[in-house]
């Protein structure tokens, strides 16, 4: 179930292989090596950035860099759905204990109602 205000998860359309090799490789690898591909490649030599990311996040990324940012994308709208679940549960049960502290008070100010002699 989403809630209306929840984000909506753009899914990446992408290869179910291509998928599990960025899953097995990691957000923080596939961002930096989207990140260093930019003109950074042509002043930093192709050996430092095979050091930096290594040759198999290198081979994954640079030929599917469009895939990956998509996968990216993906992540964190469901990171943001997921913070978006835990803030309404949040709101449920901040609203739940103010009216449960508002019932109480009720309840204390009409019994000392009716303990006051008339």
Do not use: Y
């Not at 899953?23 to 930093?44: C, F, H, K, N, Y």
């Not at 204390?108 to 109602?113: A, E, Q």
């Amino acid at each position: 179930m989403r809630l209306p205000w929840w984000t909506k998860i753009r899914r990446a359309e992408i290869d179910a292989n291509l998928r599990e090799q960025f899953e097995a490789l990691g957000e923080t690898l596939i961002s930096l090596r989207l990140a260093t591909l930019a003109p950074a490649d042509q002043m930093v030599g192709a050996q430092l950035q095979n050091l930096v990311v290594g040759p198999l996040v290198h081979s994954a990324v640079s030929s599917h860099q469009t895939e990956a940012a998509a996968w990216l994308r993906e992540k964190r709208d469901i990171q943001k759905q997921r913070e978006d679940r835990l803030e309404t549960v949040e709101w449920a049960i901040l609203i739940f204990a103010i009216v449960a502290a508002i019932v109480g008070i009720i309840q204390i100010v009409g019994s000392l109602f009716q303990q006051c002699p008339k």
